[in-house]
């Protein structure tokens, strides 16, 4: 595992303008993630996974390691085949790797759609530090979310009703903090029920 790698990333972390949190890892689940998952151990990706606990970005965006929440945990929950789930953030969306192009792409929860957002996985969290996320989140940031993120645990998002997908979110919408399991799975049974549909 690459020690050196990891403490150039928390260098560059300490000159973020943004609230960036490294959780302890844990190793009992490193064994259990390699059973799974290919992970190059000499890169950024193996650094991340298997020497932290994940990494949160200003309350908002969770990266994902091998800790309480850790990479294995969540995706053999989600069970999304060739894509592996490296981040998620308090809304339910998702940031998937996909393992034939080496890409990120987002479920989006405001349209149940996959979005390519044309980033490697160092590039991703290129950004998360040093890009624009405010504007990527802008429109579903409300005045005290700082406060707000505060309160959740780990394993907990915002759940809107009615949800972000729906036409009616962008004029009234109700918040409540939920496990974000709840929130991932019911997005992609709507998702089902509109393809169904289409």
């Keep these: 595992m690459d020690i050196e790698m990891l403490m150039a990333l928390k260098d ?3 000159t973020s303008k943004r609230e960036i949190v ?19 151990e000499k890169s950024l990706l193996g650094a991340i996974v298997f020497e932290t606990g ?6 908002w965006v969770r990266v994902l390691g091998c800790g309480e929440r850790n990479i294995a945990d969540w995706n053999n929950k989600l069970k999304l085949g060739n894509v592996l789930i490296v981040a998620d953030d308090i809304l339910g969306g998702l940031f998937g790797l996909e393992m034939e192009t080496s890409m990120i792409h987002y479920f989006a929860p405001d349209t149940l759609a996959w979005e390519d957002l044309d980033f490697t996985y160092s590039e ?9 996320v405010d ?5 579903f940031k ?4 700082v406060d707000d993120v505060k309160k959740l645990t780990i394993d907990e998002g915002f ?15 109700n918040r409540k903090i939920v496990p ?3 929130i991932v799975l019911l997005s992609f049974e709507y998702q089902k029920q509109l393809d169904a549909k289409n």
């Design 12 to 14: 560059k972390f300490a």
């Design 22 to 40: 490294v959780l302890s890892p844990n190793s009992q689940n490193i064994d259990k993630i390699k059973a799974i998952w290919a992970i190059p």
């Design 54 to 59: 994940g990494i949160i970005f200003d309350g």
């Design 124 to 132: 991703f969290i290129r950004w998360l530090s040093e890009g624009d």
């Design 135 to 139: 504007m990527f989140y802008e429109p």
């Design 142 to 145: 409300w005045d005290g979310w």
């Design 159 to 173: 759940s809107y009703f009615p949800p972000l997908w729906t036409a009616e979110s962008k004029t009234d919408t």
């Design 180 to 182: 974000l399991e709840e």
